[in-house]
């Protein structure tokens, strides 16, 4: 098999079984886990396929027509950075469907559960390996959807309702924005295709030196930060912990989060080495990194810390990815990467662990914890080394990608000089001292001090392996890293980092490297941490005074404000822009039409009127047109309904009579037909309603009315009458075209009918459609004014 | 409204106009005529036949419901589009062909004859729905 095709099947083997689940569960029963669980690991052979290849510097690349007459084109591209993400992405989602066949209860809507699951693995594969940007953006906002679907999984719950919103909206409208972004980039380059931009360094230098480069550079951003929940748009990642805590460590911590960042490492190539991606990338990480550890303090919930430690561990390769100078792009290319996938591990894992805490003690409230190691300690060995890792602790793969950290920081900040010299690697150490400062609080909290007996449950004991082994095998992966970096180093983030930087890329990582300035801030880091671990309490306790004091300093209170504010301003704009009675509305039009159809045509006009009229009307014609005149007149005067209706039924058959003097059959007998059956349900309505108009106008308002309406009925004329006879047209008539071609193309003599079926099909076919709707349209509103009273 | 000579005479008249609408209908292709006006004038004989015996006497004897009919229409048409499809043409393409057959001798069959009966059914159905709704209202 091709690796081409490797890579298609991986991104689609997921929708397709997904597709096939209800089918399979009526056989499977309460075992449907195992059959997603298979579905990953399937997933993971073949995207691991790839990897031999791309070690090798050969990357996979192949792309199918899908919409060739826009220029889009399904196409995949596998280099280090996307396999290292499919990677991630699937072989973390083997060890969540695992451990989700005991975590979800039999009585849950496993179905649901497990396919939106594999939606959403199958839209994170797609992404990574998207080459083509249009691509990448559907598949983007595919795993917006299922991770609202998944984040609202518990559908009565108002909690999980809200969290799910509040994803949806902040991560698809900042897709929106990328999606804008994109389209940029395409005006700029002319491809849709991300590969050919990456391949062509022409292209790129294009791209920096143009004009709207800051432009789709922010657009893109916004995308990623609010997808990664970086700078204010983190608000949604803490409420999204409402879901099912496998999914929080799947698409909160270990994947999907990671999209915007992926997506930064992807666009690196072409828009880093300059100022706007420093500050902009880098000072975003930055200051998320110290806002979320700082933040983290005053959480309770243990997903709640985790879901602030997400943010700010986002942070810190938001922050190395935005390493770069003119002379040296990409100084922390490699650290970050190593941090993503270090992350990926110990994160995933530390949920899973809450899940199990969360699940023997049956709360989240991490002030109710204590002393658990007593009862669970296997549980306490996992979580501890997954916490210890994310404090950056030897010899656990934290501590590396941490050192890697602070060396870049104070590469850049070196290679920068002035006052950043300082401040860099200064706001680096302070980003790991809340880190260490949290991590502890993990450990401390649930497991260590005293057991708080009145709040937890008599027995509780270790879960059974299903749990167990998956978080077991992430801290094995988490020590096996630690100690012997360089396998994953070789085979994922050379590669991964070879894909950003579009060079070879040799590493050396090991555990001990001298004793250098980052292991001396290392060793700050533990000092001021544990200082800083003593006063903890103290300071979630001040965190939460000063939110009570000032309740609108929060991101959370503008989002609030904006979001419930909407009913009741879109109530207020409807009650403004739809009175409800007609004449506003035929106000409104009619004012529109004299602005954008009268004003323009007396301006291209020479003359108003034609000075050469043919008035030549004959006598038939004229009684005719005097009787239509008199009968529209009668429309507007006459007093009660039926006699009005009547008139306007004179005009309709009168100007069908029109029809046929101007040899117009087809016209001439529609007409007819529609005018009689109109007729008839306009009697029938006004049969139920009061017959007299009831309407006493001002003079103002019907000297108003009068104007409009003979205004409009003045320019219309005009406009006639240069149509007809004034004005040379500068086009050709179209109908020439069907009168030659009617019977030889459609074999039809009746050339109305033959442009209706067959010529314009597409239209009458759109017509019909709006025909429908119209009717369903009406009846429905019959029958829900009569459901209401 | 409803005295002898109304529903006498819309007993006579609506079979015929019904005969002519669908006359209109398959002529329309070479002569005037065609899906939409004889759509509305099903749809007029059948009100008709409303107004003269009420709508609840027609339902007492066989209830329409119209809005499948507007249904069926845009199924047809919409299936005479991927119909092309089907013979590697693209959506919506005519096609054409002469076919002899017994007492009519030579007809020609034409693909878009189908679409025109979709807009007839889908004329007769929508109009007929709004008609009954806006009648059925108390």
């Known amino acids: 098999m091709d690796l081409f095709t490797a890579i298609t099947l991986a991104v689609f083997l997921p929708f397709i079984m997904a597709g096939i689940l209800p089918a399979a569960e009526k056989v499977l029963k309460n075992r449907i886990g195992w059959y997603a669980t298979a579905t990953a690991f399937l997933s993971l052979l073949l995207v691991a396929l790839a990897v031999p290849s791309v070690v090798n510097g050969e990357n996979v690349q192949g792309s199918v027509a899908w919409l060739p007459s826009l220029g889009i084109e399904m196409s995949f591209y596998g280099d280090g950075l996307s396999i290292m993400f499919g990677l991630i992405v699937s072989g973390i989602g083997i060890l969540i469907m695992a451990y989700s066949n005991e975590y979800m209860s039999k009585r849950e809507d496993l179905s649901r559960y497990y396919r939106q699951l594999l939606m959403f693995m199958g839209s994170m594969l797609g992404m990574v390996f998207s080459s083509n940007i249009i691509q990448l953006f559907i598949f983007w906002e595919l795993t917006s959807i299922t991770s609202f679907m998944l984040i609202g999984y518990w559908r009565n719950r108002p909690m999980s309702v809200y969290g799910a919103t509040k994803s949806l909206l902040i991560t698809a409208s900042g897709g929106i924005f990328m999606l804008a972004g994109f389209l940029v980039l395409n005006i700029i380059t002319g491809t849709f295709d991300i590969a050919t931009v990456l391949q062509n360094e022409s292209m790129i230098e294009t791209i920096k030196g143009h004009e709207f480069f800051l432009f789709a550079l922010v657009l893109i951003l916004i995308g990623a930060a609010a997808k990664s929940a970086q700078g204010p748009f983190y608000i949604w990642l803490p409420n999204a912990m409402e879901a099912p805590t496998p999914v929080s460590a799947f698409l909160h911590s270990a994947t999907m989060v990671k999209a915007g960042i992926y997506l930064v490492a992807r666009i690196h190539p072409i828009f880093s080495g300059t100022d706007a991606w420093f500050i902009l990338v880098s000072g975003l990480g930055i200051i998320t990194m110290l806002a979320a550890g700082f933040l983290a303090f005053r959480q309770t919930d243990i997903k709640g810390i985790l879901a602030y430690s997400t943010i700010s561990q986002l942070a810190y390769m938001m922050a190395m990815y935005g390493y770069t100078t003119y002379q040296y792009p990409g100084i922390g290319v490699a650290a970050a990467t190593f941090h993503l996938l270090n992350h990926a591990t110990f994160k995933a894992c530390l949920f899973l662990v809450a899940g199990i805490v969360a699940h023997e003690t049956a709360t989240r409230d991490i002030t109710k914890m204590g002393g658990l190691r007593k009862d669970m300690p296997v549980t306490f060995i996992i979580g501890s080394i997954a916490a210890l890792a994310m404090a950056g602790v030897p010899p656990l793969n934290g501590f590396l990608s941490k050192e890697m950290f602070y060396e870049s920081s104070l590469e850049m900040g070196h290679l920068l000089g002035g006052p950043l010299e300082y401040l860099i690697p200064a706001a680096a150490v302070l980003g790991g001292v809340f880190t260490f400062a949290y991590s502890i609080r993990f450990i401390d909290g649930i497991f260590l001090g005293k057991r708080r007996s009145e709040h937890l449950p008599k027995h509780m004991h270790e879960p059974s392996l299903i749990m167990l082994v998956p978080p077991a095998f992430l801290a094995v992966l988490v020590i096996l890293i630690g100690l012997f970096p360089s396998v994953a180093v070789h085979y994922i983030i050379e590669p991964a980092a070879a894909g950003i930087l579009l060079q070879e890329v040799h590493l050396h990582v090991s555990l001990w490297h001298g004793f250098t300035t980052a292991l001396m801030m290392t060793i700050i880091t533990f000092i001021a941490g544990i200082a800083l671990y003593t006063k903890y309490d103290t300071i979630a306790a001040w965190q939460d005074r000063m939110n009570a004091r000032y309740p609108w300093f929060s991101i959370n209170y503008a989002y609030d404000r904006i979001v419930n504010g909407a009913p009741g301003k879109s109530a207020a704009f409807a009650a403004v822009m739809q009175p409800g009675p007609v004449k506003p509305y035929l106000v409104a039009l009619l004012l529109l039409f004299l602005v954008l159809g009268a004003i323009p045509a007396m301006l291209v006009a020479t003359t108003l009127v034609p000075a050469d009229l043919n008035f030549n009307v004959p006598p038939y014609e004229g009684i005719l047109l005097g009787l239509i005149v008199l009968a529209a007149l009668g429309t507007a005067i006459l007093r009660k309904y039926l006699h009005a209706v009547i008139a306007v039924s004179a005009v309709g058959y009168l100007i069908s009579l029109v029809f046929i003097y101007l040899q117009a059959p087809d016209l001439a007998m529609t007409q007819i037909l529609v005018e009689t059956l109109f007729t008839i349900i306009f009697l029938l309505v006004i049969l139920k309603i009061p017959q007299t108009f009831r309407e006493n106008l001002t003079r103002s308002v019907l000297a108003r009315d009068l104007l409009i309406s003979s205004a409009v009925g003045i320019t219309v004329l005009v406009l006639l009458l240069n149509a007809t006879q004034g004005i040379a047209s500068p086009f050709e008539s179209i109908s020439y075209y069907f009168i030659e071609n009617s019977v030889p193309l459609a074999r039809g003599h009746n050339m109305v009918n033959v442009i209706l079926v067959d010529f314009r099909g597409y239209d009458t076919l759109g017509e019909i459609v709006v025909l429908c709707l119209a009717g369903l349209g009406v009846y429905n509103l019959i029958k829900s004014r009569s459901d209401s009273k | ?138």
């Open chain 2, 1 to 138: 409204m409803t005295t002898l000579i109304t529903k006498t005479v819309s007993k006579a008249c609506v079979p015929i106009i019904i005969l002519f609408s669908v006359s209109l209908l398959f002529a329309g292709h070479d002569l005037p005529g065609g899906g939409f006006i004889g759509g509305v004038m099903f749809a007029s004989a059948i009100s008709l036949l409303y107004v003269a015996f009420g709508l609840k006497y027609i339902d007492s004897i066989y209830s329409y419901q119209w809005d499948k009919w507007f249904g069926a229409g845009l199924l047809l048409a919409s299936l005479t589009g991927f119909g092309a499809m089907l013979f590697g043409y693209n959506f919506l393409r005519s096609l054409y062909m002469l076919v002899s057959l017994p007492l009519l001798g030579d007809v020609k069959l034409l693909s878009t004859t189908l679409f025109d009966i979709g807009v007839y059914l889908v004329v007769i159905g929508s109009l007929l729905y709004v008609f009954k709704g806006t009648g059925e209202d108390e």
